[in-house]
């Protein structure tokens, strides 16, 4: 059922079916490193869209690799920047290995966790230009062959999946793609936003030569910069994903303003945006429905409930007036076009 139909059933009071819900809902699981709980590691998060597009967003180093048994297919991997904890320079060492606030992960070099994921999935790549052209090598090493170019066909830029190999779609600050599922009219929009933040890949992640050249100088690799996305699911959702940022006035000229969103995927820095700034971003700038706070860098969780003192409890008694969505590593939660959670939260 939908669109103006659904309104009508709605309007009515008619008992919609859960079943008829579902099948119009976001589907949003993060993939962190221990079960049921928000841990320091955790950032990756997994999307799918009514039509069945599956979206990874920042791997982290909470994913084992491309063989991890929760990722099941994804057609596009998303990284909004390339420092160690979101390309993956370390990956998970099983399941709840470690302690929530110190999670143990083996290296995932010299190719990390996101190249792996791509390699494995026959992703498309949605990344900015810089960090695309170093995961298409990385791929190309782990795989033999260079990936192609994304298809960007029409005003939309669309390209179909699944893929039977990994491709890279570049997108410049402003720019977007559309993914759609064989067979069917309509896709996820994916945008690419500014982030205020420094954008460098670990040298373990490097070439020799590369790494030999900058390790007297205690230097990294600059791989351009980092971007945060705006995903426009089939549903009508629109989903900002912030990625590591500072306070920005695009917060409300683009993202509020512009695209309009209704969820928001906050990052709260170790030594970066903390509560009272993210708090502040979601209040006043962003003013989204509903927020999903990310990037706690502690265990934040303890039984799935949120450890009172903490960083994220702070968070979440600053935000005014807006839902807040804790993610719980494995726990789906299904939005509607509104931002309202249907299931699972």
């Known amino acids: 059922m939908r669109g103006a139909a659904m309104v009508a059933v709605l309007a009515m009071g008619i008992a919609v079916p859960m079943a008829s819900v579902s099948a119009q809902s976001v589907k949003i699981t993060p993939l962190g490193s221990h079960a049921?709980?928000?841990?320091?590691n955790d950032r990756?998060?997994?999307?799918?869209?009514?039509?069945?597009?599956?979206?990874?967003?920042?791997a982290g180093r909470s994913v084992a690799g491309g063989a991890d048994p929760r990722l099941g297919d994804v057609h596009v991997v998303l990284?909004?920047?390339?420092?160690?904890?979101?390309?993956?320079d370390t990956k998970a060492d099983g399941p709840d290995a470690g302690s929530c606030d110190q999670p143990r992960t083996?290296?995932?070099?010299?190719?990390?966790?996101?190249?792996?994921?791509?390699?494995?999935?026959?992703?498309?790549?949605?990344?900015?230009?810089?960090?695309?052209?170093?995961?298409?090598?990385?791929?190309?090493?782990?795989?033999?062959?260079?990936p192609d170019s994304c298809p960007a066909t029409g005003f939309g830029r669309e390209m179909i999946v699944p893929r039977s190999s990994p491709c890279i779609g570049n997108v410049q600050l402003g720019g977007k793609?559309?993914?759609?599922?064989?067979?069917?009219?309509?896709?996820?929009?994916?945008?690419?936003?500014?982030?205020?933040?420094?954008?460098?890949?670990?040298?373990?992640?490097?070439?020799?030569?590369?790494?030999?050249?900058?390790?007297p100088d205690n230097l990294t690799g600059y791989v351009g910069h980092a971007n945060g996305y705006v995903l426009t699911f089939t549903n009508g959702l629109?989903?900002?994903?912030?990625?590591?940022?500072?306070?920005?006035?695009?917060?409300?000229?683009?993202?509020?303003?512009?695209?309009?969103?209704?969820?928001?995927?906050?990052?709260?820095?170790?030594?970066a945006m903390q509560s009272e700034e993210t708090a502040f971003a979601v209040n006043e700038l962003i003013q989204p429905r509903a927020?999903?706070?990310?990037?706690?860098?502690?265990?934040?969780?303890?039984?799935?409930?949120?450890?009172?003192?903490?960083?994220?409890?702070?968070?979440?008694?600053?935000?005014?007036?807006?839902?807040?969505?804790v993610p719980l590593s494995g726990r789906t939660m299904q939005f509607d076009g509104d931002a309202r959670c249907v299931a699972g939260c």
């Open 238 to 271: 629109k989903v900002y994903l912030s990625g590591d940022t500072a306070i920005m006035g695009d917060m409300r000229a683009i993202i509020n303003a512009f695209y309009r969103v209704n969820l928001a995927v906050m990052n709260m820095g170790a030594f």
């Open 177 to 215: 793609r559309t993914v759609k599922d064989f067979g069917h009219d309509r896709g996820v929009q994916i945008a690419l936003v500014q982030a205020d933040h420094s954008n460098n890949v670990p040298r373990s992640l490097l070439a020799d030569s590369a790494r030999t050249t900058l390790a």
């Open 36 to 40: 049921g709980e928000l841990c320091a």
């Open 79 to 88: 990284l909004s920047h390339a420092h160690g904890d979101h390309i993956g």
């Open 106 to 146: 083996v290296s995932a070099a010299p190719h990390s966790s996101t190249a792996e994921i791509a390699a494995a999935k026959s992703s498309a790549v949605i990344v900015s230009n810089d960090m695309g052209a170093f995961l298409a090598r990385k791929i190309q090493n782990i795989r033999g062959v260079e």
């Open 291 to 325: 927020v999903i706070p990310s990037h706690v860098n502690e265990g934040a969780t303890r039984g799935g409930k949120v450890i009172p003192g903490t960083k994220t409890a702070q968070f979440i008694d600053l935000v005014k007036g807006r839902t807040i969505h």
């Open 44 to 58: 990756a998060l997994l999307f799918e869209d009514p039509t069945g597009v599956r979206i990874l967003y920042d």
